[in-house]
Every structure is written in structure tokens, then in C-alpha cells.
């Protein structure tokens, strides 16, 4: 996602030039976006891609998927030892046998003090996402079929709003229609305050019903332009003509927000994101992507949306996606990607982003990579591994804010707080959802013995002073060596704490003093050169502590 990015702030030439809008800090033309991504698979020799493509069917037969289809009209026949379901919807999951849930569980499935009571097969609206572009003249379109103006009176502050669903949300029109601003006048319309969201649940659906309903979605996405055009009065905003290379001019398939939710090895749920250290489950240790996006659920175009739970911008830290996720339960040789991971209702409205989403993709792939080059199941690809080779693409495990990619420490703070040895501290902060790692801080002995205690059940040390002196710290670290019987050269924890101290070469310390105060960096830095619990100590997908030893 990191080069992803790079390459437009390349093409546009500063990141400044991304900040087009509101909504996000990297906004782009669909066009170039795609150009860049063609680009980008053209460099890898040994990927294929294939446009135009259907899978028809898909059944297992002597341990490989056989997947028959057509490829612009011409049957294929595919043999494979494991699938990755990039699909917007999960139709490769459920072709694959994978169990999955449509809509809202009930409270008792995942223990959210916010979802609803009872379980229903209501998902969040579509949109038919527009891209406009200002012309020089009035390209008022025609008049669509079953117009209503009403539907739209508002979506932005109108003498005509006398019983807004969210009067709360309201704002100028012409600064709503900076919402989705692009580079290059351009307006990426998927207004969600009485915009152009519909409601449709097509996952069910056959392929061709699915084509059928979506005309629907179009029309309310023309209906809206017509009223933007003629009542609001931008008469000069008309479909761009050189973003989709289809006869409508929208895109070719419309914005999913949610789709099948597969039965995972893990269920990934708001509590995981709220209070991630006080779950059974340890999944913060088994992270392959980071989210910092609110629970934001559309709702507002479906018939009864009243009685459902307010979800709009529902605040909660910033979190890592658990691996777990993208594994399915009893099927083997198959990763799923995109909104139909594991997880649930109520988180999907966080997850289903696609930065989130982007990660998911890149960490499904390496999953796939290491289960073939190691000829193992999916399942038992060592997560260490996983995660190590994000960290060394430059991904993240764990959102840390004050931690960027670029820190000389990424890697050793990302992974002291996969261990949870070292604890981030989320928050909310108005729009923004957090996760600080409090990296440059002094380090209190309170913060770190829960996780040292959590992680090495064979530690049992207290610490007596509040604070952790660099001293004090380097014996924690022989403690920890002796956990894990990495001592046998090092008689006493004083012989340990001298040689690290007279190293004159010692990069981890700032000053050597042993009197001094250590920072959460510093510490990180010393217990991934002495002690490496990350890479010495396994875990399994569930976050549990396997046993000890290089993966």
C-alpha cells in the first residue's frame, strides 16, 4: 500500500496535491489509480492477469481446487493447490464449502454492548460511486426514470429539509461537494447523507440477478446527479468521460460495504478492538494490518432504519487485524481477502476500508507464498513468519502513531508490542481513532509487568522501583534470557549488565548510564538484541504461547 502511495504522490507530484477533499488525505483519479496498478503488475514476471474472467465451478479433488470458467468468452480450466477469494462478495468462499453469515448477529454471538438484540440478514447500503467532472457548459443529463427530487431534499442544508433522518450531519452543498474533490476538478460523488446510497442485498443473488438489480443502484446514482444538477445547481458537473471505459460512464461495479463473513479460525469483534489486552483471545500478538477508521455503518436508505442500532462514526482506537481472520474453518487451501473475512457485523464497519483492505490483500498473499514454498496447510504457517516478512515489506502490525515506517526502531517497537510486553495506549480524539506507543516516554515498571508476566508465565520478578532504570531493565533482560535458557554463557545477571554496559559500541542506549531512566524505545531495542522474544517464542493463530524456540 506504502509503494501504492508513493507512486501517486510520483504522479501528482506531492503529497499535498492528494488532498484534494475531505473524506481522506489520498484522493486520486480512478484512471490513474489504475494505470499505476497495471504498471506495478506488469514488473512481476510471474503474474498473470486475466480480464473478462468468471468462475463457474469450483470443487477439490486429490488435495487441488479444479476451477472451471471463461475467460472473455473462452472456457478455462484452472488446477491449484490454494485459492485467495479477492471477490467483492465471497462467491469463491462459498463455492469453496466455507460457512459464513450474511447481516447482524445477535448480541450473544460476539458479547458487542451495541449490536442489536437479535440477528437479521440486513446489510449496509450500496452505492453506485460517480465520478463528475466540471465542463464549461450545462451537461444537465435527461431526466431518469422514477425521479423523485424528495429522496434528496436533505442531503445538504435546503429550505426544502423539514424531517431529516440525520439532522446532526447536514452541511453547506457546496462544501459537501468538496466531500470526494480529485485532482484535476474532478468530484468522486458517494455523498452518504441522503445521497446516492441504496439499499440492496444482492449476495444471494444468481449473476445475472445481480446485473438486473444493480440497474436500480445506477438509477438512484443518476437520480442524484439530475438533482445536483438541476435544483442545486451544478449544471456544469457531468459523468467524466475519460475515468471508466464503460457506455454509462460509472464505474463497473458498485461500492460494497459488506458482504458474506466467513467462519473463521478467529471472529474478529469490537471488544478485540476496545480492550485488545483483556480478550481470552491474545490476537494484538498475531497482527497483519492496521485500521484507524471509525465503526461507520449506511443504513439510512433501508426501510426500517430506525429501529436499527446507531452506528454512525461509533468511536474506538486505532487496532490490528488479526490473522486468524483470513482463515477459514475446516477448508483448506483457501485464504479470504477483502470484506468477507471473519469477523463481525459491527467491525466490519471499520475493516471494510480500503487501506484496511489493501493490507489484507498483501498479507493474504505472502500466506499463500509461505504455505506453498514450506508445503504445509495455510493454518500452520508460523505467524511469526507472516508477520516478519510484512514487517520487512514495510507494513505494519500495529498502528502506532508516533512510530512511523521510517524510525531506524520500527521493526523492534512493532514487535515488543506484538508480544504485548509493550502495551499502545488507544484513544478517540474527535474524528481521529488512536493508538500511541508512547515510544520516547521514560519506562514505569507498572506498564510493563503485566505483559512481561502475560508473555513469560516463568517470570515472577517484581520491580521496586516506579521507574525502570537502564540497570534495572538489562537484569529484566537476563531474567528473561534465563526463560528461555539463553544463559548458558552468562553465569550472573551482573556479568550480563557489565558487558552490555562496557560495549562501547552499544547502539541500542543513548547514554549508558545505568542510574538513568530507560525509554520504551530503548527497551524495545535491547529486548529485540538480547532476547528476541518475537522470533524466539512461538504462538499459533489464537495468540497463544506454543513453545519456545526459533520458528
Not at 31 to 37: A, D, F, R, Y
Not at 180 to 190: S, V
Not at 226 to 250: I, K, S
Amino acid at each position: 500500500m506504502g509503494e501504492f502511495r508513493d507512486k501517486l504522490v510520483e504522479h501528482y507530484g506531492h503529497e499535498d496535491e492528494l488532498r484534494t477533499g475531505w473524506v481522506s488525505k489520498v484522493l486520486f483519479e480512478p484512471s490513474v489509480g489504475n494505470k499505476i496498478w497495471e504498471k506495478l503488475a506488469a514488473e512481476e514476471s510471474n503474474l498473470d492477469i486475466w480480464h473478462e474472467s468468471i468462475h463457474q465451478t469450483i470443487h477439490k479433488e486429490k488435495g487441488y481446487w479444479l476451477v472451471e470458467g471463461t475467460k472473455a468468452g473462452t472456457p478455462f480450466r484452472i488446477k491449484a493447490r490454494l485459492l485467495i477469494d479477492g471477490t467483492e462478495l465471497g462467491d469463491v468462499a462459498k463455492a469453496c464449502g466455507v460457512s459464513y453469515d450474511i447481516g447482524m448477529e445477535a448480541r450473544s454471538i460476539c458479547g458487542e454492548a451495541i449490536a442489536g438484540e437479535e440477528a437479521n440478514d440486513i446489510i449496509q447500503d450500496i452505492t453506485y460511486v460517480a465520478v463528475l467532472k466540471e465542463y464549461e457548459r450545462d451537461v444537465t443529463i435527461e431526466k431518469p426514470e422514477n425521479y423523485d427530487p424528495s429522496l434528496f431534499y436533505c442531503t445538504c442544508e435546503s429550505p426544502l429539509c423539514v424531517d431529516s433522518q440525520e439532522k446532526n450531519w447536514q452541511t453547506d452543498c457546496t462544501y459537501m461537494m468538496k466531500y470526494g474533490k480529485l485532482p484535476n476538478n474532478k468530484y468522486m460523488i458517494n455523498w452518504p447523507i441522503e445521497g446516492n446510497d441504496y439499499y440492496l442485498n444482492i449476495i444471494e443473488m444468481s449473476r445475472e440477478e445481480r446485473q438486473e438489480a444493480l440497474k436500480e443502484a445506477k438509477n438512484i446514482t443518476l437520480c442524484y446527479l439530475y438533482y445536483l444538477q438541476t435544483e442545486l445547481g451544478f449544471n456544469t458537473f457531468g459523468l467524466a468521460d475519460d475515468e471508466f471505459p464503460t457506455e454509462d460512464r460509472l464505474p463497473f461495479i458498485p461500492y460494497h460495504r459488506e458482504s458474506r463473513r466467513i467462519h473463521g479460525l478467529v471472529r474478529f469483534n469490537l471488544n478485540h478492538v476496545t480492550h485488545p489486552y483483556d480478550q481470552p483471545q491474545k490476537l494484538y500478538r498475531t497482527t497483519i494490518a492496521v485500521g484507524d477508521y471509525p465503526v461507520d455503518h449506511h443504513h439510512a436508505r433501508y426501510h426500517g432504519w430506525a429501529d436499527l442500532p446507531e452506528l454512525h462514526f461509533y468511536p474506538i482506537p486505532s487496532y490490528g487485524l488479526p490473522i486468524g481472520t483470513l482463515i477459514p474453518q475446516q477448508v483448506d487451501g483457501l485464504i479470504v481477502a477483502e470484506k468477507s473475512i471473519s469477523i463481525s457485523n459491527l467491525i466490519n464497519g471499520t475493516t471494510r476500508l480500503q487501506p484496511v483492505v489493501m493490507q489484507i490483500g498483501q498479507a493474504a498473499g505472502i500466506i499463500a507464498g509461505l504455505a506453498i514454498q514450506k508445503n504445509i496447510p495455510v493454518a500452520e504457517v508460523p505467524v511469526r513468519k507472516i508477520q516478519q516478512t510484512l514487517l520487512n515489506a514495510g507494513g505494519y502490525l500495529l498502528p502506532y502513531l508516533d512510530v512511523p515506517v521510517s524510525d531506524p526502531a520500527f521493526q523492534p517497537l512493532q514487535k515488543a508490542g506484538a508480544t504485548g510486553i509493550l502495551r499502545g495506549r488507544g484513544m478517540n480524539v474527535g474524528w481521529e481513532n488512536q493508538t500511541w506507543l508512547d515510544a520516547d516516554s521514560v519506562l514505569i515498571s507498572k506498564d510493563l509487568i503485566n505483559g512481561l508476566k502475560d508473555f513469560f508465565p516463568a517470570f515472577n520478578s517484581s520491580i521496586e522501583k516506579e521507574v525502570v532504570t537502564v540497570e534495572e531493565a538489562l537484569r529484566i533482560l537476563y531474567e528473561l534470557k534465563a526463560c528461555l535458557n539463553q544463559t548458558d554463557q552468562l553465569s550472573t545477571a551482573e556479568t550480563f549488565i557489565n558487558s552490555v554496559i562496557s560495549n562501547r559500541n552499544i547502539t541500542e542506549l543513548e547514554d549508558p548510564d545505568p542510574a538513568r531512566p530507560v525509554t520504551r524505545k530503548e527497551f524495545a531495542l535491547l529486548l529485540d538484541q538480547y532476547v528476541d522474544p518475537f522470533g524466539s517464542v512461538n504462538i499459533n493463530m489464537y495468540g497463544e504461547i506454543m513453545n519456545h524456540g526459533k520458528q
